[in-house]
């Protein structure tokens, strides 16, 4: 069993930068994990993915601003987001996968835990 808490939100104006967290309690060695965000009224999106093997993949829509990476001695995901624009807003959840598809970009049908979400919110 994973559980994931996503934390780093907030609000920030256009061009600034956040760092979303992901602290997650159990073994994730074994799963692939991944960050999404939906806004209001839009689907799931799936943003950047790593895999068990530090494999990273990031979605064309946020590639050269977002960048997703693992500390596996302290067992958090964080997505370092830069150049944040008002179409950015949405909650961003983090997610945790076995067994699954490596799709790019991620795919939310492929990851089984989920956290919370946390709040992003870029002002013009």
């Known amino acids: 069993q994973v559980q994931l808490v996503e934390s780093g939100g907030g609000s920030v104006q256009a061009g600034g930068s956040l760092r979303l967290s992901c602290t997650a309690s159990?073994?994730?060695?074994?799963?692939?994990m991944g960050w999404f965000r939906q806004a209001p009224g839009k689907e799931r999106e799936g943003l950047a993915a790593i895999d068990t093997d530090d494999s990273r993949t990031h979605a064309s829509s946020v590639r050269g601003r977002f960048t997703i990476s693992k500390d596996n001695a302290k067992n958090i995901l964080y997505l370092q987001m830069n150049s944040l624009k008002p179409e950015d807003t949405a909650m961003y959840y983090c997610a945790a996968g076995r067994g699954g598809r490596w799709f790019i970009p991620p795919r939310p049908s492929e990851y089984q835990y989920w956290g919370q979400g946390t709040q992003v919110t870029v002002s013009s």
């Open positions: 159990g073994d994730t060695r074994r799963y692939y």
